[in-house]
């Protein structure tokens, strides 16, 4: 089966690997669509991702959906095969249907699909056949077509995120600061949630067309002469992983606000005036990962076609390469998807 592993530093393959046998306990998905993330096109480009060092073939790809091919015979609580389904990307992770938190998500020993975390490492879903634990599973609407849950995972860590600012989303207006696919999915998020306005800011046209469609009510290109008043904002949400990104959030955000953490900034010590978070008592939220969000992500995908805006280009697994250079240029696209296998929903 074909699967697309990074080997080292610039040195991404779609190689030929054994196909798995599903264990008594567990279920084979026939994965259909991975989305490339962020840290995918780390691991890619610079084999490593913060502090994890890629020092074995590792087969990325955690934002993954697909169609159940075969179930263990242990693996009662298993959907049938044919059964259309998310993955969810950790171990441990709450169970199907979990709506109180449980902190999983925060174990200090837990994996992620596609992870140089771990020796050995964990492999990943962009991967022809993937085995996984049932309670990894989750059976999609008949209403939510594939390509479009595979949004399902950046979606759920978005969700995650601004539960986290709780009531302050209700009637306020905010600000999103980087407009890439984590930005424009926080946009409908905050939407959903009720947020009266909502700005979003970047250096590039395309990804601020993307967040204008999924719900911003205004958008400002920073490298086009745009500007954002100072201390405007109830609540800034940080979402491109840049410290010039997180300075226009506190800049942004008014004195006694909130300011969400929602992009991956640089693990080594960054330059941040916390002299401002102190001098307008400010709330920082950080955000890992996601916990029970998946579920209402699936929902809220089946419910709402417009995110449909945030898939902006799609290639074969053999084109892999060329995916990853369309996906790490954010001037021209927004989330880049890979066709792993044939979709039945076409």
Same mark, same amino acid.
């Given at each position: 089966?074909?699967?697309v592993?990074?080997?080292?530093?610039?040195?991404?393959?779609v190689d030929?690997?054994p196909?798995p046998k599903?264990a008594?306990?567990r279920v084979?998905?026939?994965?259909?669509y991975?989305?490339?993330?962020?840290?995918?096109l780390?691991y890619?480009?610079?084999?490593?991702?913060?502090?994890?060092?890629?020092?074995?073939?590792?087969?990325?790809?955690h934002e993954?959906v697909?169609?159940?091919?075969?179930v263990g015979?242990?693996?009662?609580?298993?959907p049938?095969?044919?059964?259309r389904?998310?993955?969810?990307?950790?171990?441990?992770c709450a169970p199907p249907?979990?709506?109180?938190?449980t902190?999983?998500?925060?174990?200090?020993d837990?994996?992620?699909?596609?992870?140089?975390?771990t020796?050995?490492?964990?492999?990943g879903g962009? %991967?022809?056949? /993937?085995?996984?634990?049932c309670s990894?599973? +989750? @059976?999609?609407p !008949?209403? *939510?077509p594939?390509?479009r849950?595979?949004?399902?995972?950046?979606l759920a860590?978005?969700?995650h995120g601004?539960?986290?600012?709780g009531e302050r989303v209700?009637?306020a207006k905010t600000?999103?600061?980087?407009a890439g696919?984590?930005?424009s999915?926080?946009?409908a998020a905050?939407?959903?949630?009720?947020a009266a306005?909502?700005?979003?800011?970047d250096?590039?046209?395309?990804?601020l067309?993307?967040?204008a469609a999924?719900?911003?009510?205004a958008?400002?290109?920073?490298?086009a002469?745009?500007?954002?008043d100072?201390s405007?904002?109830?609540?800034t949400?940080e979402a491109a992983g840049a %410290?010039?990104s /997180?300075a226009?959030?506190?800049d942004?955000? +008014? @004195?006694?606000? !909130?300011? *969400?953490?929602l992009?991956?900034l640089p693990?080594?010590?960054?330059p941040?005036?916390m002299?401002?978070?102190i001098?307008?008592e400010?709330t920082?939220?950080?955000?890992q990962?996601?916990?029970?969000?998946l579920?209402?992500a699936?929902?809220?995908?089946?419910a709402?076609?417009a995110?449909?805006a945030?898939l902006s280009?799609?290639f074969?697994?053999?084109?892999?390469?060329?995916?990853f250079?369309?996906a790490a240029?954010?001037?021209?696209s927004?989330?880049?998807?890979?066709?792993v296998?044939?979709?039945?929903?076409?």
């Amino acid at each position: 089966m074909k699967a697309v592993v990074v080997h080292g530093p610039g040195d991404l393959r779609v190689d030929t690997l054994p196909e798995p046998k599903a264990a008594p306990d567990r279920v084979l998905v026939r994965i259909v669509y991975g989305g490339i993330c962020g840290s995918d096109l780390h691991y890619a480009a610079d084999g490593r991702n913060g502090p994890y060092t890629v020092t074995e073939p590792l087969t990325l790809g955690h934002e993954v959906v697909g169609v159940v091919a075969a179930v263990g015979q242990d693996a009662t609580a298993a959907p049938a095969v044919g059964t259309r389904v998310a993955l969810h990307p950790a171990t441990p992770c709450a169970p199907p249907g979990t709506t109180t938190p449980t902190g999983l998500h925060l174990h200090p020993d837990g994996t992620y699909f596609g992870s140089a975390s771990t020796k050995p490492h964990t492999q990943g879903g962009f %991967v022809e056949l /993937l085995e996984v634990r049932c309670s990894q599973l +989750r @059976p999609l609407p !008949a209403a *939510l077509p594939l390509r479009r849950a595979v949004l399902a995972e950046p979606l759920a860590v978005v969700l995650h995120g601004t539960a986290r600012l709780g009531e302050r989303v209700r009637g306020a207006k905010t600000l999103v600061s980087g407009a890439g696919p984590i930005g424009s999915l926080a946009v409908a998020a905050l939407r959903h949630a009720g947020a009266a306005e909502i700005t979003a800011v970047d250096l590039n046209d395309f990804p601020l067309r993307t967040a204008a469609a999924v719900g911003a009510t205004a958008t400002v290109n920073l490298s086009a002469g745009g500007t954002v008043d100072r201390s405007a904002f109830d609540v800034t949400v940080e979402a491109a992983g840049a %410290v010039a990104s /997180l300075a226009t959030a506190l800049d942004a955000v +008014r @004195p006694g606000g !909130a300011v *969400l953490q929602l992009g991956m900034l640089p693990r080594e010590p960054v330059p941040v005036a916390m002299s401002t978070l102190i001098a307008k008592e400010l709330t920082l939220y950080g955000s890992q990962r996601f916990d029970t969000e998946l579920d209402t992500a699936i929902a809220l995908l089946a419910a709402d076609p417009a995110l449909d805006a945030v898939l902006s280009h799609e290639f074969a697994v053999d084109q892999a390469a060329q995916a990853f250079r369309c996906a790490a240029d954010s001037s021209r696209s927004a989330k880049t998807v890979l066709r792993v296998c044939a979709d039945p929903d076409a």
